[in-house]
């Protein structure tokens, strides 16, 4: 194969940053909309979080099929048609007439972004070897530490002067740009020895993955010991014991389950979850605090959350660096430890407070966080076969992609849980349990108003003391996740296994999420 021209490489690599900055565009962007988009389409509460969580749950869900279609059918055309079902969705969002319709479509908007990402990023090692490789996923990685940063104040800009469907538009618009430039420079490419799909391990995974999700979504609304939540969680658990069974009887499954009695890849995919719960939520669950409880614009919001997410533009390739002379676990451990500091010092502010007394708890957990997001692919691609770069980039993401959405649901559920308690608690005159149950889970979205209308013998100060009493609760349980994942990784990665990994020959800075 005659070699790879420079211009040709940089066509293919801008392809792949675009999808990489698609992905936290399509997090953060909607997650800012949510309240403009209640205010137009309203919906109940469960609806509306499937807006997040919808794309949430078929990204995380289809990444490891994704990475094994693309090894078996060619990455270039996987990548063309992940990028086109994206940017079609993203265009068919920006005309949503429903709320329905918004949570269906996004979900499809999550399977293409697994499509694009999971081959793009199995694409590009085959355009790049040895220091330009590592060049290459570092920008990768930039590109996605841009769409974090600044995709909740490109968010709140567009909806501000726009309206919340110009952020579909947007997206779309990067979709189509990088699918043109893909389909001018990216060669095809597959792995020869590539089998066939899973396709009972997918299913039973996505099964599972789906119940629980919806489980716990819907818990805090119908109870937690109701039929509905029990028959979804005990279905979900049917389907995953039978995931396991499968993945153990077949010949080449979607996950080899035997590596995790490897105690450093247990210790790595543990790494690949922990961000979820002290920093991915966040994205979610401050703009609704912002906008909803706070009273802040969309724009306002936006610049906020530009504290919590900037540290990601730097600090992940200065961890990469450290690493040559830091041990990896050490590196990691320090950076969860520091984000529950912040976690717990952002438990201290409560609604109402001055912005200014919010940076620095934000700046804080968006330090700690950056440490570990710096090393995580380095360390996971040491134990993950190399010959099967589809493969490679979907078994890692997964794990990182499902444990985000799984704690998105998990975090959305406690709050609600949290806020119907408080709202119980309160000493509220006329305020029930029942009336709590029914306006609950609106405030725990930020629909100030809307729990003011079911609730009013409450005056809104009351209603937002008594979320932010729920969202101190909550900070105290995420803390304490973070801190018991910095102990168990420290752990697992101090082990002599994690001792061969070569973490300075691999890129710094996340590239899915």
Not at 206 to 214: G, R
Not at 361 to 379: Q, R
Not at 467 to 493: D, E, K, N, P, Q
Request: glycine content about 10%; overall charge positive.
């Amino acid at each position: 194969m005659k070699p790879a021209s420079p211009a040709r490489r940089a066509f293919v690599l801008a392809a792949v940053c675009l999808a990489a900055l698609c992905m936290p565009l399509s997090f953060t962007g909607p997650a800012i909309a949510i309240p403009a988009i209640a205010a137009d389409l309203h919906g109940t509460p469960l609806a509306l979080a499937w807006i997040t969580n919808a794309f949430m749950l078929s990204f995380g869900a289809c990444l490891m099929v994704a990475g094994a279609l693309a090894d078996r059918y060619g990455r270039k055309r996987v990548f063309l048609l992940g990028m086109g079902v994206f940017s079609a969705a993203a265009l068919a969002l920006a005309a949503a007439p429903a709320i329905l319709w918004l949570d269906v479509l996004r979900a499809i908007q999550g399977l293409g972004c697994a499509m694009a990402l999971s081959s793009g990023l199995a694409a590009l090692a085959q355009e790049f070897d040895g220091p330009s490789r590592a060049r290459a996923f570092s920008l990768i990685g930039t590109a996605f530490g841009v769409g974090l940063a600044f995709g909740p104040f490109l968010a709140g800009t567009l909806i501000t002067h726009t309206g919340w469907r110009a952020i579909f538009v947007a997206t779309a618009a990067a979709g189509l740009t990088s699918l043109l430039a893909a389909a001018r420079a990216m060669r095809e490419s597959r792995d020869p020895q590539a089998q066939g799909v899973d396709w009972p391990g997918a299913l039973t995974f996505t099964s599972a993955l789906s119940l629980l999700t919806y489980g716990l979504l819907q818990a805090p609304d119908s109870g937690w010991g109701s039929a509905a939540s029990l028959g979804l969680l005990g279905g979900a658990a049917l389907l995953l014991a039978a995931f396991i069974r499968v993945e153990r009887r077949a010949a080449r499954p979607m996950l080899d389950l035997s590596l995790f009695r490897l105690p450093a890849f247990a210790g790595v995919q543990l790494l690949a979850a922990a961000p979820a719960f002290s920093f991915v939520v966040l994205l979610v669950l401050l703009p609704a605090r912002f906008i909803g409880i706070e009273g802040y614009s969309a724009l306002e919001a936006g610049r906020m959350m530009i504290s919590l997410s900037a540290p990601m533009l730097v600090l992940p390739v200065l961890a990469g660096m450290a690493a040559q002379r830091i041990a990896a676990a050490h590196i990691c451990a320090s950076g969860l430890l520091l984000a529950a500091g912040g976690l717990l010092w952002l438990s201290t502010c409560a609604p109402g407070q001055s912005p200014a007394s919010l940076l620095g708890p934000l700046l804080l957990i968006g330090c700690g966080i950056s440490l570990p997001w710096g090393l995580m692919d380095g360390l996971a691609i040491s134990v993950v076969p190399v010959e099967r770069a589809g493969m490679a980039a979907g078994i890692f993401n997964t794990t990182r992609v499902a444990s985000e959405g799984l704690a998105l649901a998990i975090v959305s559920a406690l709050l609600g849980t949290f806020t119907v308690a408080s709202l119980v608690g309160a000493g509220i005159a006329g305020v029930g349990t029942a009336q709590a149950a029914h306006a609950g889970p609106f405030l725990a979205l930020g629909e100030l108003r809307h729990a003011a209308t079911l609730l009013p013998q409450a005056d809104t100060a009351e209603l937002a003391q008594a979320y932010g009493a729920a969202f101190r609760h909550l900070l105290y349980v995420l803390a304490s996740i973070t801190t018991a994942s910095a102990l168990l990784i420290l752990a697992f990665l101090r082990h002599p296994a994690a001792a061969t990994m070569d973490t300075a020959a691999l890129p710094a800075g996340d590239t899915t999420s």
